[in-house]
T-cell receptor, first 114, second 111 residues
Framework: EAGVAQSPRYKIIEKRQSVAFWCNPI?????LYWYQQILGQGPKLLIQ????????DSQLPKDRFSAERLKGVDSTLKIQPAKLEDSAVYLC????????????FGPGTRLLVL | GQNIDQPTEMTATEGAIVQINCTYQ??????LFWYQQHAGEAPTFLSY????GLEEKGRFSSFLSRSKGYSYLLLKELQMKDSASYLC????????????FGKGTHLIIQP
């Protein structure tokens, strides 16, 4: 079974530029999550989708971050404009969508904002 | 609010046993997860506890006490490859089950 796929794996941009990340969850997984992991910290949830609907985006900085999950499968996370403090690893995870289901993480996208 | 505490760093010897503690104070609780994360890699699932007690999976065991807001991860027969960060995470509250993570415990295994 294929795992969670993410691209690109690495991205370097200058502040105020825009960037987008893509995630393809495990086949059949209804729930998809985006996390931000700053160096030396645990991952922080940004947004959770159940199929193509948003369940929780309370920690998403909506003035610059946006995410969508069209058709309830793939998802994109966008930052516009980027700030220096956005430098982090952006992790996508998916789960089957039941009660207390295990989340499986993709390899992440490492973003460096200069 | 959500608060999850775990030690920043621990050192142990190859072949020995180590216990990594985690305490949590969260507004909701449905379950507690442990993940392993090697440097530069994604977190990988180790175990989870929903009810009080001990869950054993090979060399790894995890314990939960909901009344005390406390969990530990026990690693036996330590191997050099166990050098990694161990993340404690809690899920809970309504229909949203995103994980709230601690900062992670960096475990160093010495020969």
């Amino acid at each position: 079974e294929a795992g969670v796929a993410q691209s690109p794996r690495y991205k370097i941009i200058e502040k105020r530029q825009s960037v987008a990340f893509w995630c393809n969850p495990i086949s059949g997984h209804a729930t998809l999550y985006w996390y931000q992991q700053i160096l030396g910290q645990g991952p922080k949830l940004l947004i959770q989708f159940q199929n193509n609907g948003v369940v929780d985006d309370s920690q998403l900085p909506k003035d610059r971050f946006s995410a969508e999950r069209l058709k309830g499968v793939d998802s994109t996370l966008k930052i516009q404009p980027a700030k220096l403090e956005d430098s982090a690893v952006y992790l996508c995870a998916s789960s089957q969508g039941g009660f207390v289901e295990t989340q499986y993480f993709g390899p992440g996208t490492r973003l460096l904002v200069l | 609010g959500q608060n999850i505490d775990q030690p920043t760093e621990m050192t142990a010897t190859e072949g020995a046993i180590v216990q990594i503690n985690c305490t949590y104070q969260t507004s909701g609780f449905n379950g507690l997860f442990w993940y392993q994360q090697h440097a530069g890699e994604a977190p990988t699932f180790l175990s989870y506890n929903v009810l009080d007690g001990l869950e054993e999976k090979g060399r790894f065991s995890s314990f939960l006490s909901r009344s005390k807001g406390y969990s530990y991860l026990l690693l036996k027969e330590l191997q050099m490859k166990d050098s990694a960060s161990y993340l404690c995470a809690v899920t809970g509250g309504g229909g949203a089950d995103g994980l709230t993570f601690g900062k992670g415990t960096h475990l160093i295994i010495q020969p």
